[in-house]
């Protein structure tokens, strides 16, 4: 073997054995042939579509491993931690089922489950509800309450026959008719729904109780990320015929014409003696009489003389 091949053998193991020691230096972790696994832990996943309202059982669940750097905080980490609860909003298959997305154990099933605690779930009985927004109204919508009230006694009623007040604001929608979940096409048939089940609190489920025996419930629909309340004020008959120019005092619903106003007419007192007459003294030929300035005469009629 010559010294050129020697030498170019020589070359080609000290680039070997300085790029190998290169790659060493680089990753620690090579050094004895093994690769560093980042470090995960288990989670519970859904392995199906679980509906809002459903009871929960093992064949819907599925364990992962999750890094632990990206595992959503609540994560449960045990399938029977899961096992005989109510979902409280649906999962779909891969998505990670957290604690809060589960009704308590002995919550049980259905509607119930998805009210929390210190809370009510009150229905209103009407079609009109569900349709007022032509069915889009759908259950985890926000909408606000208004009450319709009629006037009963025109002649002390200040609102002019009628009355809508916003009574409730940004409540959620538990259910339209017994739908729980929203359907495929995000729309109900509002010919086929005759009530909507909202999320109140015990004081708000009495304003309903008494709104929807005194007049007439009514719902209009709010952004899901619109929960502020908003500043406002009943509005009523009286209020709408002022703004367009009527009357307000109008108890049979007719518009009518201001009154024209009356010419001012001095004010005579009764107990002011009447003026008194000037009188003029005529003289014709052996005649004497008197006459008023203002024409007319009480003396005798010519002819008479005055004594």
């Not at 009764?270 to 024409?295: D, F, M, N, Q």
């Amino acid at each position: 073997m010559s010294a050129r091949t020697i030498a170019v053998v020589f070359l080609a193991l000290l680039c070997g054995a300085s790029l190998a020691i290169g790659v060493m230096r680089a990753n620690p972790g090579n050094a004895k042939g093994r690769v560093p696994m980042e470090a995960t832990v288990p989670v519970v996943v859904a392995a199906a579509d679980i509906a809002r309202g459903k009871m929960v059982v093992a064949q819907d669940l599925a364990l992962r491993e999750w890094p632990k750097d990206l595992a959503p905080p609540g994560a449960l980490s045990e399938v029977q931690a899961a096992v005989e609860r109510a979902a409280i909003g649906q999962l779909v298959p891969g998505e990670p089922v957290l604690e809060s997305k589960l009704a308590p154990r002995n919550a049980g099933r259905g509607l119930a489950a998805l009210i929390p605690e210190g809370m009510r779930a009150y229905t209103i009985q009407t079609s009109r509800v569900a349709s007022n927004v032509a069915g889009f109204i759908l259950p985890g919508n926000k909408v606000d309450v208004l009450l319709n009230l009629k006037g009963t006694n025109r002649g002390e009623d200040r609102t002019g026959g009628g009355s809508t007040t916003t009574l409730l604001q940004a409540v959620e929608v538990l259910a339209v008719d017994q739908i729980l979940e929203s359907p495929e096409e995000n729309k109900v048939d509002p010919k086929q729904s005759s009530s909507v089940t909202l999320l109140v609190t015990p004081d708000q489920a009495a304003k309903l109780d008494l709104g929807q025996n005194m007049g007439i419930l009514t719902l209009s629909l709010r952004n899901p990320d619109d929960s502020a309340p908003a500043d406002t004020e009943p509005a009523t008959i009286t209020q709408i015929r002022y703004l367009q120019g009527l009357p307000k005092d109008v108890p049979d619903g007719e518009p009518r014409r201001p009154p024209e106003p009356l010419a001012t007419v001095p004010e005579i007192s009764r107990t002011a003696e009447p003026p008194r007459p000037k009188w003029i003294v005529c003289l014709r030929g052996s005649h004497r009489g008197r006459v008023s300035v203002s024409g007319g005469s009480d003396e005798p009629e010519p002819g008479k003389a005055e004594p």
